[in-house]
């Protein structure tokens, strides 16, 4: 199977998820484990490939010039990391099936957690270092969505806002740490960086990379001092913590120092910062363990002290010590994942998850109890279970550290010191649980049906058989998956059960009895302690910090709003005009404005003319703003109207076209803009004449004046000289046998720039759903209710009747409306047609899918102008978001089109074909490109401007009722005839 296809696979397996019934648990669950197993299984009979040493890689071209490809790679670390995300996710998805309650929308979970799967497959299996941070943040992205899926409980909306914060947060800096990066090797691809470690430790920028990468490992990881996220994680459904927090989410963090540690490792920088994070984690996760009485709390704070042991293990520099990271990864995704799953058994039987309320379980539940003590087992280390040997090469490591005296003897005391608490937290969850007096609890426990217990007892036959038969069961893949990790020759290590009585045992021993006696000693006060917080962390509540720092930020930005920002919009342009102007006058005094030597286009009268016309129409666009806010829309259309001309004089159809068209849409949202506009009353002409107002205009007059006269000059500094590198004739000589076209604008922008033109349409179809998204819940301000109908309504002939209308009431003169309204229905047709033949001799002639969508979108709102929203919907069933969506999905199909021929993303490819009384004609398949290009300014156009004549419409109704209620002053009787 295609390496692609299978990391497409989760995402395509989510998205089919999404549609299933939501109600129909075991379709969803069988859909969504087939998904899972048709991952684990082609990955799994890779192992012979990866087993010989071979790099199973895979390359599609993206952006080659900048290096940046779609890449997947696997090698030995990732085959184990990718068997260990699908078969988890597998066992996960069984268990959840017996888990989630009828009432809870399986559909949506099942999605999102085949999403999270594919997110996290990426992480392992990408080859380039960008494209893993993309999937780093997925991870984020579907980590929130899943941590929040008890949208109805605030703890869990707190939660998933919180890990996503912190996480994304980190995920940033995480891309500036691989930019950096490749900045230094010369290349993003990860092999090309594994193959660089000593150049890139021995380059300057070594420290700034290794401080960025590491922020964005250690917050995913939740180490210290970002580790306050992952407790309140827990408020997610067990079956994604199980899955998040034992064997994906938070191992991507710890995956990343796996994979990278024999490019940024072995150096005292790497020593301190990784180290120190861990051992910090490791201790303060235990300590704080002990004193939990919720089981997820517990399991919450030993997997971050866990995590804390697997970082500082990759943080000693030493390869043996790497291993042993990579071998407690696998034992604790095992025995983590199946406490999670007994705790969420418990929960679901019992109906509580507080250990003060669950004492004696086992006699009810002795089968899930055997289950839950076994994997207790595992965590604290007890033999012949797998986290006993990893426990012991951990605590090896530590003996024999080379390093300053404290480091030499310090390490291996705090490490036992970790080991005593890991013993007392896990005797609380199998002792105090499961033995004592009968429980109090809200349920009356029982067992579960057996296949909610099947993936526990698999997980826990695994901790058994690691730990009893380690070199057959698992020191084959302990092998290949560790030598990518030590990046060359393994060194020697033993799985052996019986290694003699050395300091390892010892430290082993008098971490067991040591956690027992502080148990027998301790453990009652612990279990009895009602506070929140371990004794001496108080100060150290994360959630307090972090939401303390949003609080302060948010403040903050208020304060700046009230010292900065204004409601008016006139200060605001001011501003951004002073300020760019300056960073012009100031680029002009490092490069002097002079003028080329460029020969001169002689001036002719006609064009003299055309544009004094069009400065007095400017001049008067602004004088009449005082008076008459339609006029003066009317002489700026004038201007408008005068760039058009001057871009056709000048040889350029197609900004001519567009510029029109773009030029009809503006003055059609400018005048739905005046019907917001308050009423200009008799106040506002005497304040006028104040001094402040006189100065205040003289002084926009003057910026208006410097600025102009600056942009004219430095555009006519720009067009008489001669580009000394200018890339026009690349276009001129290539747009032909390169794009198929000879239409050079059009040529660019839907081939050599299409993925430019991509963002660009992607962006215009964002700004029309957020501005009806927007609009959907607003409501107009009082001040535009209570001014008469007049002033909202745009009067159009010399006797002020009303001649527009927002809807399909009778707010207009019928007389004025017959006539228009056939005529723009007859325009219709013959607009779709003229923008037919736009759209199709784009390629070659002016014209595109830009100006065709304009003139489509400009023939529907005329319809909706003179017949209203409720004709117009009668109709014609438009849907503009459904244009949008059909508009993107086309364009992105035709990239993705290309891909799978093998080309780079949107190559054009262009044929010429024969049709029977046509003739030849020429089709590219840019030309599919443009109508995507077509449904999206048609759907954003429509959005826009309906979204806003709409507001105008309720603003309105709401006015009717307003009139109504003051129907007894003549006035008020008048304006309501008017409107009715």
């Not at 903050?556 to 002073?578: E, F, K, P, Y």
Request: net charge positive; glycine share 8%; aromatic share 10%.
């Amino acid at each position: 199977m295609s390496l692609f296809l299978l990391l497409l696979l989760p995402f395509v397996g989510s998205a089919v998820a999404a549609l299933l019934p939501t109600n129909a648990r075991n379709l969803e669950s069988l859909w969504a484990a087939a998904v899972a197993l048709a991952v684990a299984v082609p990955l799994g009979l890779m192992y012979p490939q990866v087993a010989a040493g071979q790099v199973v890689a895979e390359q599609l071209a993206w952006l080659p010039s900048l290096g940046m490809n779609l890449s997947v790679r696997i090698d030995g670390f990732a085959w184990m990391f990718g068997m260990l995300v699908s078969g988890m996710g597998l066992l996960v998805i069984v268990y959840a099936r017996y888990y989630l309650s009828p009432e809870d929308p399986a559909a949506r979970f099942y999605s999102l957690l085949l999403g999270f799967m594919g997110a996290m497959l990426g992480v392992v299996l990408s080859g380039n270092l960008v494209q893993l941070v993309v999937f780093w943040e997925l991870t984020s992205v579907f980590s929130f969505l899943l941590i929040g899926y008890w949208t109805h409980r605030k703890d869990a909306r707190r939660g998933a806002r919180m890990a996503f914060t912190v996480t994304a947060t980190g995920g940033l800096a995480l891309l500036g740490g691989v930019l950096l990066l490749g900045h230094m090797v010369g290349s993003l691809e990860l092999q090309a960086v594994l193959d660089s470690g000593q150049q890139v430790r021995a380059h300057p920028l070594y420290p700034l990379a290794l401080g960025l990468i590491l922020l964005g490992a250690l917050t995913k990881s939740a180490q210290f001092p970002f580790h306050f996220w992952l407790p309140h994680a827990m408020a997610a459904p067990t079956p994604v913590s199980a899955y998040l927090h034992s064997a994906t989410m938070v191992k991507a963090g710890v995956f990343l120092l796996a994979r990278l540690w024999p490019v940024l490792s072995g150096t005292d920088a790497w020593f301190w910062i990784v180290g120190g994070a861990g051992l910090t984690t490791l201790l303060l996760g235990a300590y704080a363990a002990m004193f939990q009485n919720d089981l997820k709390g517990l399991l919450a704070y030993s997997t971050i002290s866990h995590l804390g042991l697997i970082t500082l293990l990759l943080g000693l520099n030493s390869p043996l010590a790497a291993v042993a990271a990579v071998f407690h990864m696998m034992n604790h995704a095992t025995f983590k994942a199946s406490l999670f799953m007994s705790v969420g058994i418990i929960d679901h039987e019992t109906g509580t998850r507080d250990m003060r309320r669950l004492d004696g379980l086992f006699r009810s539940m002795p089968i899930t109890g055997t289950l839950a003590i076994v994997a207790c087992g595992a965590m604290a280390g007890v033999p012949l279970l797998n986290g006993f040997l990893s426990k012991e090469m951990f605590f090896a490591e530590t003996v024999f550290v080379s390093a300053s005296p404290l480091i030499e003897h310090g390490l291996p005391a705090l490490a036992t010191l970790a080991g005593v608490f890991a013993v007392v937290y896990s005797l609380r969850f199998g002792h105090d649980v499961f033995f004592g007096a009968p429980p109090d609890c809200p349920r009356q426990p029982h067992e579960p049906v057996h296949w909610m217990r099947v993936p526990v007892e698999l997980l826990v036959l695994a901790c058994i058989v690691v730990g009893t038969l380690p070199a057959w069961s698992i020191g084959p893949v302990l092998a290949l998956a560790a030598q990518p990790v030590v990046g060359g020759v393994l060194p020697s290590y033993s799985l052996a059960l019986w290694h003699g009585f050395n300091a390892p045992l010892i430290m082993s021993l008098l971490a067991t009895a040591g956690g027992v006696v502080v148990y027998l000693l301790f453990g009652a006060r612990f279990k009895q302690r009602r506070a929140r917080w371990a004794p001496g962390l108080r100060w150290l509540n994360g959630k307090r910090l972090f939401e303390g720092l949003l609080a302060a930020l948010t403040d903050l930005a208020r304060r700046v709003l009230r010292v900065a920002g204004t409601r008016r919009l006139q200060s605001q342009l001011l501003v951004l005009v002073v300020i760019a102007g300056l960073a012009g006058l100031a680029s002009s005094l490092i490069v002097p404005l002079t003028w080329g030597d460029r020969a001169r286009v002689p001036a002719t009268p006609e064009f003299a003319l055309l544009w004094a016309v069009a400065g007095a129409c400017a001049i008067g666009a602004a004088w009449q703003a005082k008076f008459h806010r339609l006029a003066a829309l009317i002489m700026l259309s004038v201007v408008g109207l005068a760039l058009c001309i001057t871009f056709a004089w000048f040889s350029a159809p197609d900004l001519a076209l567009t510029q029109l068209a773009v030029e009809v849409v503006t003055m059609v949202l400018f005048l739905l803009g005046l019907r917001w506009m308050p009423k200009r009353l008799e106040q506002d002409d005497v304040q006028a004449r104040t001094l402040r107002a006189w100065l205040r205009r003289r002084r926009d007059l003057l910026v208006a004046v410097l600025i102009g006269g600056g942009l004219a000059a430095l555009s006519y500094a720009l067009l008489t000289r001669k580009a000394p590198l200018s890339i026009s004739p690349y276009f001129i000589e290539h747009a032909l046998p390169l794009g198929g076209g000879t239409n050079i604008v059009n040529v660019m922008l839907v081939d050599f720039r299409a993925f430019d033109t991509l963002g660009e349409i992607t962006v215009l179809g964002i700004v029309g759903i957020t501005v009806y998204a927007l609009l959907r819940r607003f409501r107009p301000p009082q001040e535009v209710i209570d001014q008469p109908t007049q002033q909202q309504l745009v009067p159009l002939g010399s006797d002020g009747d009303l001649v527009t209308r927002a809807d399909g009431e009778g707010d207009t003169p019928q007389r004025y409306l017959d006539v228009p309204a056939v005529l723009v229905r007859l325009l219709l047709p013959v607009a779709a047609v003229f923008a037919f033949h736009l759209f199709m001799r784009g390629h070659n002639e002016p014209g595109g899918g830009f100006v065709a969508g304009l003139v489509v979108a400009i023939a529907f709102i005329a319809q909706y102008m003179v017949s209203g929203t409720r004709w117009v919907e009668a109709r014609m069933y438009l849907l503009p978001p459904r244009w949008i969506a059909f508009g993107l999905l086309l364009a992105l199909a035709t990239g993705l089109g290309s891909l799978a021929l093998g080309y780079p993303f949107l190559t054009t490819h262009t044929a010429h074909v024969t049709w029977p009384l046509v003739g030849e004609v020429h089709l590219p398949t840019a030309a599919i490109f443009d109508l995507g290009v077509f449904a999206v300014v048609v759907g954003s156009t429509l959005l826009l401007l309906t979204a806003i004549a709409h507001q105008s419409l309720r603003a309105r109704r709401r006015q009717v009722v307003v009139l109504e209620d003051n129907t007894d002053e003549p006035e008020a009787q008048e304006d309501h005839k008017e409107l009715r």
